[in-house]
């Protein structure tokens, strides 16, 4: 059963632009989590989407967004990009949302902001 | 809201060392707790998982038990291997919130 994968894997991008990156859950899962990743800040969530709808949201600016399709596979954009974006930022999956749900995480994307 | 709250790192031991590293967590009511792994260079990997109170997740020679009481989730391993060097997050789930996650535990194991 392959993983979640997300693409690409490393991105390297200018102050001002706007990025989107994509995650593929594992097959059948229905839930997708976004996560930055920083030194400083370690692991703080973006937002998480099931079945299209955003569930849950963390406390970042607007700049930051998301979507799920209807199979599942989801994408988040940063506009505007600022030198602090710079982070891994990862995905995971799981089945459903709630407790007895764990996540499967993808490798992420290492996001460089110049 | 919920918290969780693990032990600064980094820690060091020598192989074959016993780990410990302590976890605590503050919720209302019943979450579910896991702890991930991450080798440098990659994703979170699900560790081991306990979803009610006395509970004892294990994998790979790593054990933590649920323990309401003194609302704790310590990850043990007996004998720590140089392959065991990588960053270890405790988390909790409740409901139908988001993941809490605690800032992680760099470990290294020398030779």
């Known amino acids: 059963k392959a993983g979640v994968t997300q693409t690409p894997r490393y991105l390297i991008k200018t102050r001002g632009q706007q990025v989107t990156l994509s995650c593929s859950p594992i097959?059948?899962?229905?839930?997708v989590s976004w996560y930055q990743q920083t030194p400083g800040q370690g692991l703080q969530f973006l937002f998480e989407?099931?079945?299209?709808?955003?569930?849950n949201k963390g406390n970042f600016p607007g700049r930051f967004s998301g979507r799920q399709f209807s199979n599942s596979r989801s994408e988040m954009n940063v506009s505007t990009l600022e030198l602090g974006d710079s982070a891994l930022y990862l995905c995971?999956?799981?089945?459903?949302?709630?407790?007895?749900?764990?996540?499967?995480f993808g490798p992420g994307t290492r996001l460089t902001v110049l | 809201g919920n918290s969780v709250t693990q032990m600064e790192g980094p820690v060091t031991l020598s192989e074959e060392a016993f780990l410990t590293i302590n976890c605590t967590y503050t919720?209302?009511?019943?979450?579910?707790l896991f702890w991930y792994v991450q080798y440098p260079g990659e994703g979170l990997q699900l560790l081991l998982k306990?979803?009610?109170?006395?509970d004892k997740g294990s994998n790979k020679g790593f054990e933590a038990t649920y323990r309401k009481e003194t609302t704790s989730f310590h990850l043990e391993k007996g004998s720590v291997q140089v392959s065991d060097s990588a960053v270890y997050f405790c988390?909790?789930?409740?409901?139908?919130?988001?993941?809490?996650f605690g800032t992680g535990t760099k470990l290294q194991v020398i030779p």
């Open positions: 306990a979803t009610k109170a006395d």
């Open positions: 995971a999956s799981s089945l459903a949302s709630g407790s007895y749900n764990e996540q499967f």
């Open positions: 989407y099931f079945s299209e709808t955003q569930r």
């Open positions: 988390a909790l789930i409740q409901g139908y919130q988001k993941v809490t």
């Open positions: 097959s059948g899962h229905r839930s």
């Open positions: 919720a209302t009511g019943y979450p579910s």
